[in-house]
């Protein structure tokens, strides 16, 4: 792990509107615009976030489907000591996908996607 990070927050940019369908979500409408996802790996860190990071790969988990959109580009990576949850609380945003990579989530953060104020990573 860098810098011993336990958890870490994809910055996601939405180029237009979009329809994924999320395993057992279902289908989830995004508008355009900017996101961040929040996610730990209990080891792997690293390559939990280089899969992110890959266009080809099997859709396992919900950010799976996201990052495999044409109109998603990942801006960033930021590695947090902080834990997922109390990150992902931590963080300002609009819940746009109930549910959206929180399906372990015992928390209550109701999802791990939020979506931003473009301002934030211009």
Avoid at 11 to 30: H, S
Avoid at 34 to 58: C, M, N, Q
Wanted: glycine share 10%.
């Amino acid at each position: 792990m860098k810098n011993g990070a336990v958890s870490y927050q994809l910055l996601l940019r939405v180029a237009w509107e979009i329809e994924i369908e999320a395993g057992r979500l279902g289908k989830i409408r995004l508008p355009a615009g900017d996101y961040v996802y929040t996610g730990s790996a209990r080891r792997g860190l690293e390559a939990r976030i280089a899969r992110h990071l890959r266009r080809d790969k099997p859709r396992r988990w919900h950010i799976d489907w996201l990052t495999t959109h044409p109109a998603v580009e990942v801006l960033a990576v930021l590695r947090s000591r902080i834990p997922e949850c109390e990150l992902n609380r931590a963080t300002a945003g609009e819940v746009i996908a109930p549910g959206f990579g929180a399906t372990d989530c015992h928390a209550g953060c109701g999802a791990h996607l939020k979506r931003i104020q473009s301002s934030i990573m211009r």
